[in-house]
C-alpha cells in the first residue's frame, strides 16, 4: 500500500507540474504575441520608486518610443534628466549633469530597463523568464516574469494590460525596492522615424564602454 501510494502521490506531483508547466508556456506565448504586435510605442511615463518600507523615494515623468527591431529611446525630465537609447545592439545611458555616456551591450542593459522588451525579440521569453497570468473581468491582464537567471537585477517584473494595451510595469528587485512605472497618452504602431533614436551629445562629454 505504501508503494502504491507513493506512486500515485509521484503521479500527481508529475501531473500538477506539467500542467504548470503547459500554463507558463501558454502565458509566454500569448504575452510575446501582444508584445510583438507592437510595431512601434509610445507614450509618457510616470515613474515611482519606493523602498523595502513601501516608502517612495523618487518620483520622476518622462517619455519613451521603441519600434521593432531593436530602437528604443527613453528620456526622463529635469530635474532626474537622463536619456537610454538602444539600436538594437547597444545602449547609451546618457546623463547631461555628469556630463557622461555609457555604451553598454544590449544584454547586459535589459535586466536594469525592462521596458527595452518594448523593442526587442519576444521568442525566447520563456527560456529567459517563468511567467504567469492573471486575469481581471474581461479586459485586464496581468503577466509576471520571473527571471530565471541568478543573476539577473530584479526578482520580478509585472506588465499590465487593458484590452491588449500596456498600462503599467512594476519592478520589484532583491532588496525589495519596487519601481513602478504608469503610461499615459499611449500610440500604438503609429509611424516613427528612425532619427528619432538618435542619441546627441556634446562631443565634451565623457564616454564609457561597458564590460563586453
Do not use: C
Request: charged residues 25%; proline residues 4%; negative net charge.
Amino acid at each position: 500500500m505504501i508503494k502504491v501510494g507513493r506512486t500515485i502521490l509521484a503521479t500527481a506531483a508529475l501531473v500538477l507540474f506539467s500542467a504548470a508547466t503547459w500554463a507558463q508556456e501558454q502565458a509566454a506565448e500569448r504575452l510575446a504575441d501582444t508584445l510583438s504586435s507592437y510595431s512601434t510605442f509610445q507614450a509618457g511615463f510616470t515613474q515611482t520608486v519606493a523602498d523595502d518600507q513601501g516608502r517612495v523615494i523618487q518620483q520622476t515623468s518622462g517619455t519613451l518610443k521603441a519600434k521593432r527591431p531593436g530602437l528604443f529611446y527613453w528620456e526622463t525630465e529635469p530635474p532626474t534628466n537622463q536619456f537610454i537609447v538602444s539600436n538594437g545592439e547597444t545602449v547609451e545611458l546618457y546623463d547631461p549633469d555628469l556630463e557622461q555616456v555609457t555604451i553598454q551591450d544590449l544584454d547586459e542593459q535589459v535586466s536594469t530597463t525592462p521596458a527595452l522588451l518594448l523593442s526587442g525579440e519576444t521568442d525566447g521569453l520563456a527560456e529567459t523568464y517563468e511567467i504567469t497570468e492573471a486575469r481581471y473581468g474581461d479586459h485586464t491582464r496581468e503577466y509576471t516574469l520571473v527571471p530565471r537567471s541568478e543573476d539577473s537585477q530584479f526578482l520580478s517584473l509585472t506588465l499590465t494590460f487593458y484590452d491588449d494595451e500596456l498600462q503599467a510595469m512594476r519592478l520589484e528587485d532583491s532588496l525589495g525596492q519596487r519601481t513602478e512605472l504608469e503610461f499615459g497618452n499611449i500610440r500604438i504602431n503609429q509611424p516613427v522615424p528612425d532619427v528619432a533614436f538618435k542619441l546627441d551629445y556634446p562631443e565634451s562629454v565623457d564616454v564609457i564602454q561597458g564590460m563586453q
